[in-house]
């Protein structure tokens, strides 16, 4: 009993010394369906990492499951930052597996995206709650970002305390407005960026570090 | 139950297209636990009513309402929810919502459907008032 005890003592000691302080802080990518966080992710981890994330797509729900890219150190200002980062499904509080049939898609197909969608925007809220230390959530600067949806995951994340970069993304486009991105949230600093086109990526790489570094 | 009176819940009958109206006030949901609280709202949901909290629900439910609303989707029987909240009224100015739940300025009120059954709930008094109309 007293060896057991003992083992998994030291088991733990040498545990939580791996796991100490230099754990990369776990951010989550959030967001409304087709608002560019997987073309966001996958810019971070090949700017940095040298390879992509997965697939992005205009068909919504492409990322089905979260998906992680491990390991990903920044460089800022001669400090080193590591992050994984997590893409999840947007959010949503519905899926119609119909509204995939006009996507030249069959109804087994469509119904099996639809239950992947479910599935991993169910994990990305459980992870939300469990298992993220702080937060990207990207706007598509073109829309309105007074959905309720929004409201509510940005209520999520500040009851949270994680904290929460909002980045109003697709800036190259000529109807982009990061004005009004800016009000609806106007407790959190936005930072405005062209994912697509790697408009502005610096300033976001600075904020990612000051805000999870 | 005899004299056909019109009740806010009317609609037992599964023939009636009427839009039936689940109203739970702040009192009933005080001692639930975060799941019965779901439970509650998705039943109400899923039989295809609306049902309007009088006070809503804390970010944390909000998010298990998401997940569990996400594992109970399933294809030709259930597309999920729409939800709305309605800020607390003006004081003095007593609106539509606080008339209808019978007291003085509601907390939060949160207003939660079946997807298929109402495409979007507008931010609008005007079509609650048309939904409890229609009773
Ligand atoms: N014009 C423009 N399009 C973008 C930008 N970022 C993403 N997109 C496009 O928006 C669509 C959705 O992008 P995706 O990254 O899959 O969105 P997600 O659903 O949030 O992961 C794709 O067609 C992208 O090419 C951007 O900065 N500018
Ligand atoms: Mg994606």
């Keep these: 009993m007293g060896l057991l005890t003992n083992l998994r003592d030291s088991i733990l000691r040498v545990t939580d010394g791996l796991f100490a302080a230099d754990e990369p802080k776990r951010i989550g990518i959030y967001g409304p369906p087709n608002a560019g966080k997987t073309t966001l992710a996958n810019r971070i981890a090949r700017d940095w990492t040298g390879d992509a994330v997965g697939p992005e797509s205009q068909v919504p729900h492409e ?123 106007p407790q959190h600093e936005t930072v405005p960026l062209s994912a697509l086109e790697g408009e502005n990526m610096d300033e976001v790489y600075t904020k990612i570090a000051e805000y999870f570094g | 139950m005899p004299g056909a009176t019109p009740d806010v819940d009317g609609g037992d009958d599964p ?31 899923r039989e295809g009513n609306i049902v309007i909290l009088e006070e809503g629900l804390s970010p944390d439910e909000e998010s298990k309402l998401i997940e569990v609303t996400m594992t109970e989707i399933s294809p030709d029987d259930f597309t999920g929810i729409e939800i709305e909240t309605y800020p607390k009224p003006n004081a003095g100015n007593k609106s539509f919502l606080d008339r209808l739940m019978g007291r003085e300025s509601a907390q939060k009120l949160t207003v939660i459907g079946p997807a298929n059954r109402i495409e979007t709930l507008h931010k609008d008094e005007n079509l609650i008032s048309t939904l409890v109309s229609r009773q």
Excluded at chain 1, 133 to 148: E, H, M, R
Excluded at chain 2, 19 to 39: H, P
Aim: glycine share 6%; charged share 30%.
């Design chain 2, 15 to 45: 023939a009636d297209d009427g839009v039936r109206i689940d109203m739970i006030s702040g009192a009933r949901m005080e001692g639930l636990t975060s799941m019965e609280k779901i439970r509650l709202i998705l039943d109400g949901v």
């Design chain 1, 63 to 185: 990322t089905r499951r979260a998906r992680r890219k491990e390991d990903v150190e920044i460089e800022r200002n001669g400090q080193t930052v590591t992050i994984d980062i997590v893409d999840t499904p947007g959010v949503t509080t519905k899926v119609d597996y119909k509204e995939f049939l006009d996507h030249d898609m069959d109804k087994e197909d469509a119904v099996r995206r639809s239950r992947e969608a479910t599935e991993g925007v169910a994990e990305a809220m459980h992870w939300l709650r469990e298992d993220v230390d702080g937060v990207i959530y990207v706007l598509d600067s073109t829309t309105d970002p007074f959905t309720q949806v929004n409201t509510m995951l940005i209520g999520i994340i500040e009851s949270q305390d994680l904290p929460a970069l909002i980045l109003a993304n697709k800036t190259d486009l000529s109807e982009s407005d990061v004005t009004q991105i800016a009000n609806a949230f």
